[in-house]
T-cell receptor
């Protein structure tokens, strides 16, 4: 597609449930990023994929968070046993190597 | 870790006024980027700066990459109501490996009164 596509756009879940968030990057972009944005805050880096290299997971806040990127394209961010503090907008971005990032519209996650 | 200090946190101006916001860092970056975010949307790239001292314009927007590579500013001239939104600065190291991730400021909320 023309831009980064994220789904779902909104997700409401109960505390303790697992959620999966999906990102379709711009075709041909080798790098894919996940960021988290809490209300009124800046963007917090979570994880970065670049080609076939091992991902940079240094921003994942706990072992309940994981992400994978299949076939160098689509990525899924999984949050297990969700907690209320996980409520945020989860943003995906993609880019060519070292170039500016282009963001999707995000998934608004609400944990009740 | 790297931190960006972005100021001001918020601005409330009259249509037609000029606006200036800036970011400073304790670390050197190779690239400075400015993004705008509208409600319910992801950040949209406004300007990218790649060289120390570089001054770049995009319509009514002008941004500069500081000589020390630790700061950048964004100016908006003759503001209009659609300039409303949150403006983020971001610094990027581009020397390879895990340094490609962006470090973001906390944003400047701009409100334009018609």
């Amino acid at each position: 597609g023309a831009g980064v596509s994220q789904s779902p756009s909104n997700k409401v879940t109960e505390k303790g449930k697992d959620v999966e968030l999906r990102c379709d990057p711009i075709s041909g972009h080798t790098a894919l990023y996940w960021y988290r944005q809490s209300l009124g805050q800046g963007l917090e880096f979570l994880i970065y994929f670049q080609g076939n290299s091992a991902p940079d997971k240094s921003g994942l806040p706990s072992d309940r968070f994981s992400a994978e990127r299949t076939g160098g394209s689509v990525s899924t961010l999984t949050i297990q046993r969700t907690q209320q503090e996980d409520s945020a907008v989860y943003l995906c971005a993609s880019s060519f190597t070292g170039a500016p990032l282009f963001f999707g519209s995000g998934t608004q996650l609400s944990v009740l | 870790g790297q931190q960006l200090n972005q100021s001001p946190q918020s601005m409330f101006i009259q249509e037609g006024e000029d606006v200036s916001m800036n970011c400073t860092s304790s670390s050197i970056f190779n690239t400075w980027l400015w993004y705008k975010q509208d409600p319910g949307e992801g950040p949209v790239l406004l300007i990218a700066l790649y060289k120390a001292g570089e001054l770049t314009s995009n319509g009514r927007l002008t941004a500069q990459f500081g000589i020390t590579r630790k700061d950048s500013f964004l100016n908006i001239s003759a503001s209009i109501p659609s300039d409303v939104g949150i403006y983020f600065c971001a610094g990027q190291l581009s020397s390879g490996g895990s340094n490609y991730k962006l470090t973001f400021g906390k944003g400047t909320l701009l409100t334009v009164n018609p």
